[in-house]
């Protein structure tokens, strides 16, 4: 891919030449020169600049998102693992991986070049909510869909994301298409292994994780999920505790108390708040249906299945890309992208894998039987 246009202040940008540039796709390993012009993100993990990478001078490769980590001697970055092993349309792609040494700090920085996307579901919330505008509810299915979907994939590896947050969430809102990022928290769960509870970012926690659970699922993604659902409708963190026990009573607030046997299945050691007086009266379906009312009976009815307390009972991927909040993607071929006036066609929602359909089995009926221009 040529430069763009922008090339004039990459002339100014910190250039260095990576002796293992090794192609994640042909494992191929070479030398190339690499050009950073300008800082996109600063992470818990590390940095990420936006970059391009030559074998020449002549061919560009780019423009990339290049993580920068410090290489973990005494184990394997768990990100770069599950970024080898992971190919799908809703997934960041991991292009190129190295190693270098910084000139700030002389220490090994691992460097993940993946491929770019021009901004985050965050940004595209912030900028909705500071104009005071609602995200039209096609945005929103269009992205739950493809959250959904991208999970389908991950949790039938094992794999749990476990820091799903709008922030982690590539978006190109000319075209639709939207990716899931930062697999710096990710794990392949195994069953009966416990794994650490304090993980995920506060706001988009699931309870169980909050009491100190540590045999939990892939299921915390979905809480995530629904975080993010309820934030595309909302505009804000449906959830905003002011610190980790707080932030259980915040769910309460729209769930109703936690019930006692959650709570110990989730910890038995558990000796924090129960928050077991309703902090509201009437029922939980009412209050969904006052904060999320304009996502319609659909919308809450899926919000209402996946925000809940005990995860073996919250959706799965698959019965989630089946609800009936998304029957609309099927039927309809365009949407309108923010400040245009022109329809787009829908990204390829249905090109699901032999391994995608493998997954869905009867679940994936639904959208075979489509015609075949769709």
Same mark, same amino acid.
């Given at each position: 891919?040529?430069?763009?246009?922008?090339?004039?202040?990459?002339?100014?940008?910190?250039?260095?030449?990576?002796?293992?540039?090794?192609?994640?796709?042909?494992?191929?390993?070479?030398?190339?020169?690499?050009?950073?012009?300008?800082?996109?993100?600063?992470?818990?993990?590390?940095?990420?600049?936006?970059?391009?990478?030559?074998?020449?001078?002549?061919?560009?490769?780019?423009?990339?998102?290049?993580?920068?980590?410090?290489?973990?001697?005494?184990?394997?970055?768990?990100?770069?693992?599950?970024?080898?092993?992971?190919?799908?349309?809703?997934?960041?792609?991991?292009?190129?991986?190295?190693?270098?040494?910084?000139?700030?700090?002389?220490?090994?920085?691992?460097?993940?070049?993946?491929?770019?996307?021009?901004?985050?579901?965050?940004?595209?919330?912030?900028?909705?909510?500071?104009?005071? #505008?609602?995200?039209?509810? =096609?945005?929103?299915?269009?992205? $739950?869909?493809?959250?959904?979907? %991208?999970? @389908? +994939?991950?949790?039938?590896?094992?794999?749990?994301?476990?820091?799903?947050?709008?922030?982690?969430?590539?978006?190109?809102?000319?075209?639709?298409?939207?990716?899931?990022?930062?697999?710096?928290?990710a794990k392949r769960l195994e069953p009966n292994q416990p794994s650490i509870s304090y993980i995920c970012s506060r706001f988009y926690r699931a309870p169980e994780l909050i009491l100190g659970c540590t045999q939990y699922t892939t299921k915390v993604d979905i809480w995530g999920l629904g975080c993010v659902i309820g934030e595309m409708l909302m505009g804000k963190a449906i959830f905003q505790?002011?610190?980790?026990?707080?932030?259980?009573?915040?769910?309460?607030?729209? #769930?109703?108390?936690?019930? =006692?046997?959650?709570?110990?299945? $989730?910890?038995?050691?558990?000796? %924090?708040? @129960? +928050?077991?007086?309703?902090?509201?009266?009437?029922?939980?379906?009412?209050?969904?249906?006052?904060?999320?009312?304009?996502?319609?009976?659909?919308?809450?009815?899926?919000?209402?299945?996946?925000?809940?307390?005990?995860?073996?009972?919250?959706?799965?991927?698959?019965?989630?890309?089946?609800?009936?909040?998304?029957?609309?993607?099927?039927?309809?071929?365009?949407?309108?992208?923010?400040?245009?006036?022109?329809?787009?066609?829908?990204?390829?929602?249905?090109?699901?894998?032999?391994?995608?359909?493998?997954?869905?089995?009867?679940?994936?009926?639904?959208?075979?039987?489509?015609?075949?221009?769709?």
């Amino acid at each position: 891919m040529s430069m763009d246009s922008g090339s004039n202040s990459v002339e100014k940008s910190n250039e260095f030449i990576a002796d293992d540039v090794t192609s994640n796709r042909s494992n191929t390993v070479r030398r190339m020169l690499i050009q950073e012009y300008r800082k996109i993100g600063r992470g818990a993990f590390g940095t990420v600049v936006q970059a391009y990478i030559t074998p020449n001078k002549e061919n560009w490769y780019g423009p990339f998102a290049i993580k920068k980590v410090p290489a973990q001697t005494e184990y394997k970055s768990r990100e770069l693992e599950i970024l080898r092993i992971t190919n799908h349309p809703n997934v960041v792609k991991l292009e190129y991986f190295f190693t270098h040494v910084s000139p700030q700090d002389h220490k090994v920085y691992q460097h993940l070049a993946m491929e770019c996307l021009p901004e985050t579901l965050q940004i595209e919330i912030s900028r909705y909510a500071h104009n005071k #505008l609602e995200l039209a509810l =096609k945005h929103v299915k269009l992205y $739950s869909y493809q959250i959904a979907r %991208g999970m @389908l +994939y991950l949790h039938a590896l094992g794999i749990c994301h476990r820091d799903i947050k709008p922030s982690n969430i590539l978006v190109d809102p000319s075209t639709g298409v939207l990716k899931i990022c930062d697999f710096g928290s990710a794990k392949r769960l195994e069953p009966n292994q416990p794994s650490i509870s304090y993980i995920c970012s506060r706001f988009y926690r699931a309870p169980e994780l909050i009491l100190g659970c540590t045999q939990y699922t892939t299921k915390v993604d979905i809480w995530g999920l629904g975080c993010v659902i309820g934030e595309m409708l909302m505009g804000k963190a449906i959830f905003q505790g002011q610190d980790p026990l707080l932030q259980l009573r915040e769910i309460a607030k729209l #769930l109703g108390p936690p019930d =006692k046997k959650f709570i110990f299945f $989730s910890n038995p050691g558990y000796d %924090g708040p @129960l +928050y077991s007086k309703p902090l509201f009266s009437g029922t939980s379906k009412e209050r969904f249906e006052k904060y999320f009312g304009h996502a319609g009976p659909d919308g809450i009815d899926l919000l209402t299945k996946v925000l809940v307390y005990s995860p073996e009972i919250r959706l799965s991927p698959r019965r989630i890309l089946n609800h009936s909040f998304f029957d609309d993607l099927l039927k309809e071929q365009y949407f309108f992208p923010r400040d245009s006036t022109q329809p787009v066609r829908l990204p390829n929602l249905f090109d699901f894998s032999e391994f995608e359909l493998k997954i869905l089995g009867e679940w994936g009926n639904k959208f075979t039987k489509q015609p075949e221009d769709h």
